[in-house]
């Protein structure tokens, strides 16, 4: 055995170790010649919001084929995917990219016998008390029970409580009989609180409804606990990554390299009402109509009521408030205190904004 050998090497590592520490902490004594960048983050030039968008949309997308060919794939998947509704599930899908197309798709395809509601996660603000009422007033339809001939209290009228009860009590003629929700991301910023999540569980608990959701932020299923996720929803987590670009639910969000504009652009404003039914983008139509001829003044509701029955649009209040919930989750819609104290419709956009709008949708 070498000993000398062996401690002479060590010695040279312990040298160059000491000569390492030596150096680095005489680097931090002495003063650094190098001279500070006096340039700042404010100093960059950001984009207008409305150009970075409208260029983003001129960007070529890649591997179409493949894509489309991969959602196509998920139709096989569609009979799996009733049955475990039929039998008490929730459908959770997850993977990445937009999972809008093939929800959408099942629900129209596979759901067609059914009453589909759908909610849009991605948006800001969500009236869930709205969406409830339109549950409870299409599982009304299809009851028979001496709540229908006789109804208390109108359903608007309810408290979520009595809501909730309704849709899991009510009697059906039909065991299979049930109303779907589908919520495009459940996980959004306008349901991921607390309080709503507590409510869609309770509401997937319901031995009339069946939840079929998205997810997308990586720490979602954080937002149940034990109880939630296996008893109250029940779900059924399925991967369906489609790798489609997150359009529609990018679109509410400020773009990160962009300002932000105080109003909405023309072409978000022109997208959202292409993606309503024609009945919703008439109502808007009829506002709009009525903004450019009054610029100074909002649209009383009662007004709006009065001219859409005219036109043959709306057959209730009911109906209306849906359309007008819709605006008003997507920013499209504002409430404007009249100087007699009523509260008008006022739509955030210039005049010339609005004509190019109606031109979009026409």
Not at 166 to 185: G, K, P, W
Not at 323 to 349: A, M, N, W, Y
């Amino acid at each position: 055995m070498n000993i000398n050998g062996n401690r002479e090497e060590d010695e040279e590592e312990e040298d160059e170790e000491f000569e390492f520490s030596r150096n680095y902490f005489l680097a931090k004594e002495l003063p650094s010649s190098a001279k500070k960048s006096t340039h700042k983050l404010t100093d960059i030039n950001v984009v207008d919001e409305q150009e970075l968008r409208e260029a983003t949309l001129h960007i070529q997308p890649k591997h179409e084929n493949e894509i489309t060919n991969l959602i196509n794939s998920y139709k096989t998947r569609y009979p799996e995917w009733l049955l475990s509704l039929r039998c008490g599930f929730a459908l959770l899908m997850y993977g990445f990219g937009s999972k809008k197309v093939v929800l959408e798709d099942f629900a129209s395809t596979a759901l067609a016998e059914y009453s589909v509601v759908v909610i849009n996660g991605y948006l800001q603000a969500i009236n869930l008390k709205q969406v409830v009422i339109a549950l409870a007033e299409v599982l009304c339809d299809q009851v028979k029970t001496k709540r229908r001939a006789n109804p208390q209290q109108p359903f608007n009228s309810q408290s979520m409580e009595d809501l909730l009860t309704f849709l899991d009590e009510a009697e059906v003629e039909d065991r299979d009989c049930f109303v779907c929700v589908v919520i495009h991301n459940i996980d959004g910023p306008g349901l991921r609180d607390s309080e709503t999540q507590q409510y869609l569980a309770r509401l997937a608990a319901c031995s009339h409804i069946r939840i079929v959701a998205s997810i997308d932020h990586v720490n979602a299923p954080l937002f149940w606990d034990k109880k939630m996720a296996q008893t109250q929803f029940n779900w059924c987590w399925h991967h369906v990554p489609t790798f489609s670009p997150y359009k529609m639910e990018g679109m509410f969000y400020p773009l990160i390299l962009a300002h932000g504009g105080a109003s909405q652009s023309v072409k978000t404003a022109a997208i959202v009402l292409q993606s309503l039914t024609p009945n919703a983008q008439s109502v808007f139509k009829v506002l709009a109509e009525h903004q450019l001829s009054h610029p100074e003044e909002g649209m009383p509701i009662s007004d709006l009521y009065s001219a859409c029955r005219e036109r043959f649009l709306v057959s209730s209040q009911v109906t209306l408030n849906s359309h007008l919930t819709e605006f008003k989750d997507h920013e499209l819609v504002k409430i404007k205190r009249h100087s007699d104290g009523q509260d008008c419709l006022h739509i955030p956009l210039a005049a010339e904004a609005l004509q190019k709008v109606l031109l979009e949708i026409s």
